[in-house]
């Protein structure tokens, strides 16, 4: 088959790649949408490397090569001998975490058993930490992995849910984490600031406003103009940084008061810079964009003098269902399926075929108008197995 190998920073190539060969308790997809996501950015421009040997150092792309795409659906083609609830012709779409359940171990570790399944002590994750991701025509996924997509939504809001996913663990680390200031406790969250307009903060806007049902301010920030556009039409109060300095823009906002909740998602370490002029006393900070990089970490200095609550979050963890299935994707899912939360309406950028998908790395994630990018592999062929995996 056919895949986008990373074997270099900066160097992805179309090649031939042998055919997946699912285990007993995998199915085969052939994949149909896969969501182009700043992290693959970040792989791409080295700029992080999650791929680890047992000692924690990092594994170069010159010595494990990586297939990219976390964000993907598709279409099941084979099926293991121990699958029993998928079949070929169901469309899925997929945690690309592999936990304990995903690859049988039993009894779960302390993390799975603790709903943290993002810190699984035996955790991979497909195109980012080394198994292969799903820039490809096919891919081998742990059959509880997959969640079985309805007739109303599109492989690619199927494959944008992972984001979405995302966004509720983070979410959800915050709430539990519980700062000074909530949302529902004594001081109440009343100033929320979205560091960035890209996918992540336009979801975090949307999650705010139509399942926390969060009524105060939610300041969003970016240098785009069509981002802000989005985040207006989702009930954010734009700021264009290029015109007005963040930290006069959030007192005029606030009134002097400042904010209790920043949810940092652009991955520009500039913002580490801002945080001690735009942060009230002990407000709640979600760290959620990365690839930070440029600055020295001892700007953090004057932020840890506020006493902040930070909170770091990283991926779609989150407990299990009874099937052994990911509670967060489902209700994930559930918000994308219901339209309380768009996962798509934003995506700018469509990609026809794996032969096109370097054409986001290398130009369009600096266009002004770029967004979201969304490989859209060939819906109308047949969905047939890879060769020999009948």
Known sequence: MKAAVLEDVEKLVVQKVPDPAPAPHEVALRVQA????????????????????????????????LILGHEFSGVVVAAGSEVKDLKPGDRVLC????????????????YCASGDSHQCAYYQEH????????????????????????DGMTSEQAALVEPLGCVLHSSDRV?????RYNFDGDEHIRNVLICGAGPAGLLFLQY????????GLVLVSDVREKNLEFAEQFGGTPINVKRQALPQAVIEHTRGERIHYLIEACGNSQI????????RKQASVL?????????????????????????????????????????TYRRAMELAGSGRIQVSSYVTHHYGALEEIHDAFEKDFEREDYIKGV???????DARPPEGRA
């Not at 896969?34 to 040997?53: A, E, F, P, Q, S």
């Not at 195109?127 to 969640?147: D, F, R, S």
Request: charged share 20%; net charge neutral.
């Open 127 to 150: 195109g980012i930490t080394g198994p292969p991701g799903a820039l490809a025509e096919y891919i081998a996924v742990p059959a509880v992995n997959c969640l079985r997509v309805s």
């Open 208 to 215: 705010l406003r139509n399942v926390k049902r969060f009524e």
């Open 34 to 65: 896969v969501g182009v996501c700043g992290t693959d950015l970040h792989l791409y421009r080295g700029h992080g490397n999650y791929n680890l040997d047992g000692q924690g150092r990092q594994i170069p792309l010159t010595v494990q090569p």
């Open 375 to 381: 490989l859209n592999m060939d819906l109308e062929a």
């Open 175 to 179: 709430e539990r984490a519980r700062g």
């Open 95 to 110: 945690d690309q975490g592999r936990n304990c359940h995903s690859q049988n171990r039993w009894p779960l570790c302390q």
């Open 272 to 279: 580490f810079e801002q945080m001690p002029g735009i942060l």
């Open 287 to 327: 760290l959620y964009g990365h690839g930070h990089r440029g600055r020295d970490i001892g700007l953090l200095g004057n932020i840890l003098f506020l006493e902040p609550t930070l909170v770091a979050a990283v991926g779609a963890s989150g407990g299990f269902d009874p099937d052994r299935r990911s509670t």
